[in-house]
Each structure stands twice: as C-alpha cells, then as structure tokens.
C-alpha cells in the first residue's frame, strides 16, 4: 500500500518560477527521500532527508521536513524545462527489522515546467 | 559496471504466458529489490533480498510471482499466466545502507 499522499497531483508552471510539492506518511520513519522520473524511465535519487533533519539543501533542491505533521516538501528554485518530470517522496520505515529499508513511495506530482 | 540493468526493456506477452525478468544490480549492493508501478501511480513494494535471501515479500506477491536471487547477485521476477492485470513496469532497485539505485525498468504489457 502506498505511504500517503502528495500535492498537488500535477503542478504546471514558467521557466524561472519556483516549484513546491508537499508530501504526507503515515508512519514513523528513519528518513524520508524524494526521486524524479521522466516519463516511462526508473527513478533518480535526489536527496534524502534523516527523521532527526529539519531542512536539507541540494544545488536546486530544498527539502523540508517536519515529523510532527508527519509531512515533507521539496522546493525547486529557479525551475528549467528540463525538470519537467514526475516527482515522488519515498520513506523508510523506523522499524528497519520489519520493513528491511524498503521505500514506500507516494502518488507522486507530475511536474510541468513550460519554456 | 556503473548503474542497474534490467532486461528486457520492454515485453509483451499473451495472457496466460510466463515472464521472467532480469535484474542486474551494482555489484557492491547487498539488497536488490523489485518494484511494480502502474501508469500514474508510485511505485508499490513487492520483494527485496538481502544477499542471496528472499526476507520479504508483499501480499501483492501472487502465487504465481515468483523471484531468485540466486548467488546474492542478479535476480530474476517470473510470473507464471500472466493476466492483463499483470501489466505494468517493473523496476528493480539495489542498495547498500540507504543509497539506493534503481533499473530502468521493464515494461511488461499482457495482450
């Protein structure tokens, strides 16, 4: 079963703007990792972000992280064509002796940055 | 050797025929896992491996799923009379800690 939910489901916007995606789970993790994959390709890792961080910078990237509300964002700045893809959170369950570090992945946002 | 390979790329099959995939995985990862993913959906978990040893599977995991890892290096996915239902990419993954690195996938379409 997937971890939760992402949002927006599809975001559309201009080269040069700003991208926000928001990501939920459910369970208690040991860190919480975002990919992208473009269409009909496998996932590339982007960054990965431990339950005990709050904030993680990647070039482009920004990833929040807030366990409380049991929810993750991932921040694009200064958004090119090139990034047009489908973005997913996937977590890794705090229970490692159960889950095996398996990810769990969202429903993803489909990302659509227009030249 | 720099990434993780999957073969074939793409298969398409008759309902009823059995499949097998191949997954080669970056030879210093110890755990390899597949995946199954539908168009617009994430990825869902189906079974991962820790060297040569199967230590979990989903209860997506059909009878008619099965997967080796013979060795602890490449593995294989068959699913024995495929279902249209069956049809989907598979993706496989391996990993050592929490770096993880995923295939290509395969595409799997049942006619």
């Known amino acids: 079963s997937q971890q939760g939910e992402e949002d927006p489901q599809a975001l559309s916007i201009q080269e040069g703007e700003n991208a926000t995606m928001n990501c939920s789970y459910k369970t208690s993790i040991n860190n919480l990792q975002w990919y992208r994959q473009n269409s009909g390709r496998g996932l590339v890792h982007l960054i990965l972000i431990r339950s005990n961080e709050r904030e993680k910078h990647s070039g482009r990237l920004r990833v929040t992280l807030d366990t409380s509300k049991k929810s993750s964002s991932l921040l694009i700045t200064a958004s090119r064509a090139a990034d047009t893809a489908s973005y997913f959170c996937?977590?890794?369950?705090?229970?490692?002796?159960?889950?095996?570090?398996?990810?769990?992945f969202g429903e993803g946002t489909q990302l659509t940055v227009n030249p | 050797d720099t990434g993780v390979s999957q073969d074939p790329r793409h298969k398409i099959t008759k309902r009823g025929q059995n499949v097998t995939f191949r997954c080669d995985p970056i030879s210093e990862h110890n755990r390899l896992y597949w995946y199954r993913q539908t168009l617009g959906q994430g990825p869902e978990f189906l079974t991962y491996?820790?060297?040569?040893?199967?230590?979990?599977k989903s209860r997506l995991l059909s009878d008619r799923f099965s997967a080796e890892r013979p060795k602890g290096s490449f593995s294989t996915l068959e699913i024995q009379r495929t279902e249209q239902g069956d049809s989907a990419m598979y993706l496989c993954a391996s990993s050592f800690g929490y770096g993880y690195t995923f295939g290509s996938g395969t595409r799997l379409t049942v006619v």
């Open positions: 491996f820790q060297n040569e040893a199967q230590l979990e």
């Open positions: 996937a977590t890794v369950a705090s229970l490692m002796e159960t889950s095996g570090s398996r990810l769990t």
